[in-house]
Each structure stands twice: as C-alpha cells, then as structure tokens.
C-alpha cells in the first residue's frame, strides 16, 4: 500500500511544488532580490561552462547527418532531402533533447546534491528562521537559470549543428555558404522553430524542477546527498523523453 501511496502523491508534490516557484517567479522578477547573483552564477555554469561540449557534440551530429546521409539520399537523386533531414535531426528533434541530456548529466546531479547539503546542514531551516523564503531564495534562482540556459543552448547548438555539416558538406557537393544556408531556410518553418523552444522550455523547467524537489526531500543523513543526485538524473531523464514523446506526438497530429 505505502508504494502504490507514494506513486501518486509524489507527482503532486512535484506539481504542487512546480506551482509554488512559479508563484515565486512573479515575486522574484518584480523586485531586487538579493539572490539575482544565484541566477547569473548557474546561467555562467548551466549555459556558458556547458558551451563548448555542447557545441562540439552538435557539430558531430551535423557531420554525421551529412556522412550518412548524403551519399545514400544521392543514390535516389533526392540530394535536397538532406536540408529536411539536418532541420528535423538537430533543430526540431535530436537537438532539443541532447542538450537537456548534457544539461541533466551537469546540472541535476549539482543541483540535487547541493539543495540536499543545505537541509542536512540546517542551512535552509537558518534561512526560514530568519523569514527569508527558501524557494524564492534558492529554488527560483536556479529555476530560471536552467530553464533560461537551456534554452540559449538549444539555439547554439542549431547554429554549430548546420554549420558543422555544412563544412562536412564541401568534401561532398562543394557550395558558397549563401547557397546552402539559403537552402536550410527555405525548409526552416516557424513550427519547427515554436516546436524547438517549447521542448527546451519544458525540458528546462523539467530539469529544475524534479532536481530542485529530490535536494528538498533528503531528511538527516549525509549518505542521502549522493542518491538524492542520482534520483534527480533518473527521474529527468524519464520525464524529458516522456515529454519529448507527448510534445513530437502532438506537433505530428497538428499537421495531418
């Protein structure tokens, strides 16, 4: 009885709990809190340290999009095809949800764990007792810096993705880079453009969130700390691709 009891109450304490930093958001960006400093040292962690792997993977998928892809798409004279296939891979599809991966593996894990050492040293009960809110003051900040990090990284990783194949590209089918990348936006839709911010949207706030709540739920023990990381990776994960399935099943839907 007491696993089927917290099956359900644990998405309502998340939702419940997503609810109240959402409240929080409003307090926070209507005046000057003292926590702004929060918000911009996980944007520099979330975002701009997670810059360079991040555009070296998407380079490596634009580049392999184009090794494979090119030369069998020539074989059945369809050489254009390769433009939707690099806009569906890495801006629509592939790209949205390898960054919020990268972003998992980096930023969950340190989330979690540092929330966790919060509570087992008191420290979030020290900030209760002298009335300063803990979610404005810690969950909040985090909140927006990886879901706006998030966000910013997915766009990079579209920019190094097309033009990492595009470089690929030239040992193929030689073209200026105004022809090709004029090709890219002839395919390019705005929906695939809404399509691409709202799974990095979701999969920020996701991300924040369910790593934010697994740090609060530790109790006394410091051997809590370490599995209160690794539940926050294992619980994203599964959330981000089930919503990366819900949001590509209905953006299909939308278009038949």
């Known amino acids: 009885m007491k696993p089927l009891v917290f099956l359900f109450t644990k998405p309502l304490y998340t939702l419940g709990f997503f609810t109240r930093t959402l409240k929080g958001v409003g307090y926070y960006l209507f005046r000057d809190s003292v926590s702004f400093k929060i918000l911009i040292m996980q944007i520099l962690f979330t975002f701009v340290e997670a810059l360079g792997v991040s555009s070296l993977l ?13 030369p069998f798409l020539t074989r059945l004279s369809q050489e254009r ?6 806009i ?3 801006t629509r599809e592939l790209g949205p ?8 593996a980096r930023s969950a894990t340190a989330i979690a764990t540092e929330i966790a ?3 087992i040293s008191h420290e979030v009960e020290a900030y209760i007792s002298v009335g300063v809110d803990p979610i404005e003051y810690l969950a ?5 810096g990886v879901t706006i990090s998030l966000f910013l990284l997915n766009i990079y990783f579209s920019i190094f993705g097309l033009a990492g194949s595009f470089l690929v590209a030239q040992f193929f089918n030689p ?6 990348f004029d090709n890219l936006l002839q395919i390019l839709s705005l929906h695939d453009i809404l399509i691409s911010i709202i799974k990095s949207l979701g999969f920020g706030m996701i991300i924040s969130i369910v790593a934010i709540c ?4 530790v109790e006394r023990a410091s051997t809590e700390i370490p599995v209160a990381g690794l539940k926050a990776v294992v619980a994203a994960f599964a959330w981000c691709i089930i919503l990366d399935i819900v949001l590509t099943a209905l953006y299909y839907m939308a278009l038949i």
């Not at 095809?81 to 690099?86: F, P, R």
């Not at 949800?97 to 998992?104: E, H, K």
């Not at 073209?175 to 090709?180: E, G, L």
């Open 140 to 144: 909040v900040p985090r909140f927006l």
């Open 88 to 90: 569906t891979i890495i």
């Open 58 to 70: 998407a380079i490596g998928i634009g580049a392999a999009v184009n090794v494979i892809g090119i």
């Open 117 to 119: 050492g919060m509570v």
């Open 214 to 217: 697994r740090g609060f739920e």
């Open 175 to 180: 073209m200026p880079a105004s022809v090709y």
């Open 81 to 86: 095809l390769i433009y939707t296939l690099l």
């Open 97 to 104: 949800l390898l960054v919020a991966f990268i972003i998992i």
